[in-house]
């Protein structure tokens, strides 16, 4: 059996070639702020990149800029949190299980901390029950960690609830972690909200939406389809109605709102993917955004 971390690898490898990789190591190792660093080597420049960084004299023999990278002199622990409820059962936008797609998200946030020498955690569960693994380093680890998410969600799970993992992390974790967050499309609600603010004000949060497979509209294959959360049915024929999709939308639009506007209001910088070929390209652009809130 081909292990995931492989399979993460892998598919790393086709996304992205070997500079677009190393800029993903540098945005990663930027996320943590005020920490102890080492200088590790030199890539290049891109727009956005901080002017303070670049090396002016390795610049001017290069002949073009090159930024300083660093790393921690001091290990972090990155704790991985994710919803492994039914919702992840479910198909996402393009197709495929919303739990590969977690998969390979925090396979990926997973790998780069391991090469950065820090160590990884794991939250996962549903309305029902939460498991934790405490953070170590290491790859056959992280295969585990990997394992656990992808063995979990199924139809008989419990309901999903992020809520309560985040509350599991919020009552029992002591100290600054960097807290990577993989769930559907969450509805926000003043409950959710404050828990996200108290979490906010001790650690580091990047928060990951796997999108909903649209059912309704052009999305629609023509089968009919069921919602994994409570087994109701929609009609193939109602999801082809213009007057059902555009309800559809309007209602999906005002929730994607209010979940972006609750998480600028707890200062926490959200990427969304469709898919596994959108995870490496918005995690780019999630600890870039990140590191600019900061």
């Not at 790393?71 to 949190?81: G, K, W």
């Not at 380093?137 to 992020?162: F, Q």
């Not at 555009?246 to 209010?258: L, M, S, T």
Request: net charge positive.
């Amino acid at each position: 059996m081909t292990s995931l971390l492989t399979r993460v690898k892998s598919k790393m490898s086709i996304f992205a070639h070997r500079q677009a990789r190393g800029m993903l190591d540098g945005e990663y190792g930027s996320v943590f702020r005020g920490r102890s660093l080492d200088f590790d080597d030199l890539r290049a420049y891109v727009p956005g990149d901080d002017v303070r960084d670049i090396d002016w004299k390795a610049s001017a023999r290069h002949g073009s800029p090159l930024i300083k990278r660093y790393v921690a002199v001091r290990r972090q622990t990155v704790l991985l949190v994710t919803d492994t409820g039914r919702n992840m059962a479910a198909e996402a936008r393009d197709g495929e299980p919303k739990k590969d797609v977690a998969v390979m998200a925090l396979g990926v946030v997973g790998y780069l901390a391991q090469r950065h020498g820090d160590v990884v955690g794991l939250v996962c569960g549903d309305s029902q029950r939460t498991h934790a693994i405490p953070a170590k380093a290491g790859e056959a680890h992280l295969e585990r960690l990997l394992r656990k998410i992808d063995s979990a969600p199924t139809l008989d799970a419990g309901p999903s609830r992020i809520e309560a993992q985040l509350d599991h992390v919020a009552r029992t974790v002591k100290g600054r972690f960097l807290l990577f967050v993989v769930a559907d499309e969450v509805a926000a609600g003043p409950d959710l909200e404050q828990l996200l603010r108290r979490l906010r004000a001790q650690h580091e949060i990047l928060w990951l939406t796997i999108r909903d497979a649209n059912l309704a509209g052009e999305g629609d294959s023509g089968q009919d389809a069921f919602s994994v959360a409570d087994s109701s049915a929609l009609m193939a024929h109602l999801a082809a109605s213009p007057a059902v999709a555009e309800a559809y939308a309007k209602a999906a639009g005002e929730r994607d709102a209010g979940r972006q506007a609750m998480f600028r209001r707890a200062g926490i910088s959200e990427g969304r993917v469709t898919g596994t070929s959108m995870v490496m390209t918005e995690l780019f652009a999630l600890l870039e955004r990140h590191r600019r809130a900061g």
